[in-house]
């Protein structure tokens, strides 16, 4: 019996093997995180978190929801406003193998109502301000998890990767015609938009740009 890779070459011609082997989005940030870790990641407000100090939140929140059963396939919401804990809940959810489902505040009850309850969220993240707001939208069996305290708390429960065929992310439609549809993204396909969206917007001519602000 041919292995993977070989039956992987001849359903989907040589790039299939070698994509196999490339990192998943949060795996490729991990990377950078241990080789540069004091470097400046993320900006906000005029403040910064470095790559080891967006990891370490990372790596405390992917381990609570992993604690709570999430894994590969299972939805956890993000009631987040813009922040660090976002870009850090998207992240943790990543690396414990589960998919995300955005929840902007700034939408109407009743319709996030329908995200959560349509994509059978097994958790939601939120901030404090959010949390009576989550609470009414799903189930009492549902853990309304404020981000803040999970990246104190800690937990050292095992992870389970992710493989590229694994979702991401759902995002929903405008429901413009009707009910809002989830829509679920793969890892693949992050991974396959990503060498794009760089070169789209040049980021690496922004990167060698901006590299001594990010360095100081």
Not at 130 to 144: E, K, L, S, T, W
Request: proline letters at 7%; one cysteine or more.
């Amino acid at each position: 019996m041919q292995d993977t890779n070989e039956v992987a070459r001849f359903s989907m011609g040589e790039e299939r093997p070698a994509y196999l082997n490339t990192p998943l989005v949060h795996e490729a940030f991990a990377a950078v995180a241990s080789r540069s870790p004091e470097q400046r990641c993320l900006c906000y407000e005029g403040e910064w978190l470095s790559y080891g100090g967006v990891a370490a939140r990372m790596d405390a929140v992917a381990g609570r929801l992993a604690g709570l059963g999430v894994g590969p396939g299972v939805v956890v919401g993000l009631m987040l406003d813009r922040s660090f804990e976002l870009v850090v809940s998207m992240m943790a959810v990543l690396k414990a193998g589960g998919c995300y489902l955005p929840c902007d505040p700034a939408y109407p009850d009743d319709r996030l109502a329908v995200y959560l309850e349509d994509a059978a969220a097994h958790v939601v993240l939120v901030q404090a301000q959010h949390a009576d707001r989550a609470r009414g939208m799903v189930g009492a069996n549902v853990p309304i998890m404020d981000v803040a305290d999970q990246v104190n708390a800690g937990s050292s429960a095992a992870l389970v990767p992710s493989s590229p065929e694994d979702p991401a992310y759902i995002i929903f439609t405008s429901g413009s015609t009707g009910r809002p549809k989830g829509v679920m993204v793969p890892h693949k396909g992050v991974k396959d938009l990503m060498p794009w969206l760089v070169k789209m917007y040049e980021y690496s001519k922004w990167m060698n740009m901006c590299s001594p602000l990010l360095q100081n």
